[in-house]
C-alpha cells in the first residue's frame, strides 16, 4: 500500500526557518485532509496543522502565527513552512493523510531547534 516519506527536517537556531515536506510513494484516493502531527519522547503526539480537500486551513494555537501548511496542485504532497522556530517547537513532525477509510502516517522527521 501507499507510503509517506518525509523531508526537510534538521537542526537550526532559534528564530530559522524549515519547510518539511511529505510525499507519497504511492497513489492514495479520496483524500479528506492532509496534516502534520510532533512528538516529542515521552510525551503524547500532538497536532500540528491540517488542510481539507478543499483547502482550508487549520492551525494549533502555539503556532497559528509561525506555520503554514500547504498542498501541491496534484494533492500528493503536503508542506508545512515553519519560520520563527522556537526549541519548544523540538521535536520528531509526523504527517498523515486522512482519506475515508485510511489513515497514513509518514515515518517522522526530526526537527531540532536550539541555541
Known amino acids: 500500500q501507499a507510503q509517506l516519506v518525509e523531508s526537510g527536517g534538521g537542526l537550526v537556531q532559534p528564530g530559522e526557518s524549515l519547510r518539511l515536506s511529505c510525499a507519497a510513494s504511492g497513489t492514495i484516493d479520496d483524500i479528506r485532509t492532509m496534516g502534520w502531527y510532533r512528538q516529542t519522547p515521552g510525551k503524547q503526539r500532538i497536532w500540528v496543522a491540517s488542510?481539507?480537500?478543499?483547502?482550508?486551513?487549520r492551525y494549533e494555537d502555539s503556532v497559528q502565527t509561525r506555520f503554514t501548511i500547504a498542498r501541491d496542485n496534484a494533492g500528493n504532497t503536503v508542506f508545512l513552512q515553519m519560520n520563527s522556530l522556537k526549541p519548544e517547537d523540538t521535536a520528531v513532525y509526523y504527517c498523515?493523510?486522512?482519506?475515508?477509510?485510511?489513515?497514513?502516517w509518514g515515518q517522522g522527521t526530526q526537527v531540532t531547534v536550539s541555541s
Open positions: 498523515n493523510v486522512v482519506t475515508q477509510s485510511q489513515i497514513y
Open positions: 488542510i481539507s480537500n478543499e483547502g482550508i486551513t
